[in-house]
């Protein structure tokens, strides 16, 4: 599917689930955006085990969370030990990332973005990555289960309703001003905040990968 952009979550699947909703969306790319390619309840999809299982389904793997993860190991994208998504989308390294992915597309490549969450509103590979990526003429599908896909403007017009945020007729003159200040909300939500820096009664929403 030429300009066509997927992504998943592996969650709870199964190895085989996750392979067949690849196949189904005739996926030949995997990009891993995750910062540790690692998981201790799902080592099937530990780094190398996984690359393996691709490999043997003729499924390119590559590894971008260096990249594109929400954990970056420059130290000013943090502040006070939280990640911003802002400093992180300013990064070198970052647009780096995106342009692999659109040079993959342009290739021929059918890619999907993978990261641990299952509802892509609640991963960076959503909040961040494809923010990034929007109005660049790709078309984005998140892949839900083997019946359910969700555009990136279906997902924004979800995520405006669960934030219940409204127009403001003095802050949103622009169009888009509205699904930026979604994405700026829910990106405060779910961002990595490293254990020790936060105050006494944060909690960190997801995972953060």
């Known amino acids: 599917m030429a300009n066509t952009l997927f992504t998943i979550g592996y969650s709870n699947r199964s190895i085989e689930d996750l392979i067949a909703l690849l196949k189904q969306h005739k996926i030949t790319a995997l990009c891993d955006v995750r910062s540790a390619p690692y998981s201790s309840r799902n080592p099937q999809y530990n780094r190398e085990i996984f690359k393996q299982s691709l490999k043997l389904r003729n499924i390119e793997y590559v590894f971008l969370g260096e990249e594109l993860g929400a954990r970056p190991k420059d130290l000013s994208c943090y502040v006070e030990g939280k990640a911003i998504y802002e400093k992180i989308a300013a990064a070198t390294l970052f647009k780096k990332g995106l342009e692999r992915v659109n040079l ?21 590979r959503t909040i961040l990555i494809c ?27 979800r995520l405006i309703a669960q934030l219940k945020l409204y127009p403001d007729m003095f802050k949103d003159a622009d169009p888009n001003a509205l699904i930026e200040r979604a994405y700026d909300a829910q990106g405060d939500r779910i961002t990595y905040v490293e254990k020790g820096e936060r105050e006494p009664n944060e909690i960190t929403v997801g995972p953060g990968l």
């Open 104 to 124: 993959g597309i342009k290739k021929g490549y059918t890619l999907a973005l993978m990261c641990a969450e299952k509802d892509p509103m609640t991963c960076h």
């Open 131 to 157: 923010r990034n990526l929007r109005g660049q003429g790709v078309d984005i599908q998140h892949i839900i289960d083997d019946q359910t896909n969700e555009t990136q403007t279906d997902l924004e017009k």
